[in-house]
């Protein structure tokens, strides 16, 4: 009886140290594109130069094929406006990403393509320098969806090589200008390919 219990405790123990030794979390950083189309609205038209930023992402596995992931996402661009054909310049603004997402993956051998959609909040901070014209420009604050998809290529048990598209649905800033004179009432879809390196741990 005193060998059975033993070997019981033997193998329960085995198994909770393999369980504990399993990579449930992980953190990237990857570098981004940052695109926006045009938007039309209110005889307003908006362009947003394109540039590169940098995403920060954590993530916890749920099961081996679901997780939830935590991103911040860092850029910087100029918002273009153009009012009844008249040019009014542009704001430089700081943009940020905070966002929350469920995370589907598959595995293939090294090869680990994932889907994931969420919610977030995109801040456009106007920059007070010599690329804003605008100097009433307010920051705004926008919630929108997150949605996107990418593939996971292993490297070692410790690392990955992530390529990703990400998508961000929400609504064209507007700065909270006098006379909501940039006030589009258009979504945008604000498209973040990215190609970066996870740890996991």
Excluded: C, W
Aim: aromatic fraction near 12%; avoid cysteine.
């Amino acid at each position: 009886m005193k060998k059975t219990i033993l070997l019981l405790a033997a193998l329960m123990l085995t198994a909770v140290a393999g369980y504990a030794q399993e990579s449930r979390q992980d953190v990237s950083i990857s570098a981004t594109g940052n695109f926006a189309p045009e938007v039309h609205g209110n005889a307003i038209q908006k362009n947003t130069t394109t540039t590169i930023g940098l995403l920060a992402s954590y993530r916890y596995m749920l099961t081996p094929r679901s997780a939830l992931e935590a991103n911040y996402g860092y850029a910087q661009n100029t918002q273009k406006y153009r009012v009844y054909g008249r040019t009014q310049g542009g704001i430089h603004t700081l943009q940020h990403e905070f966002s929350l997402a469920y995370v589907y993956s598959r595995n293939y051998g090294n090869f680990n393509p994932f889907a994931e959609v969420g919610i977030g909040a995109m801040v456009f901070h106007p920059l007070r320098d010599s690329g804003t014209y605008q100097i009433d420009a307010k920051q705004n604050t926008n919630i929108g969806a997150l949605f996107g998809g990418g593939l996971a290529y292993e490297i070692s048990p410790s690392f990955d090589i992530r390529v990703e598209y990400r998508g961000f649905l929400v609504k064209t800033p507007d700065f909270k200008l006098p006379g909501d004179i940039f006030k589009t009432n258009k979504y945008e879809v604000i498209s973040s390919p990215a190609l970066g390196i996870a740890y996991h741990f």
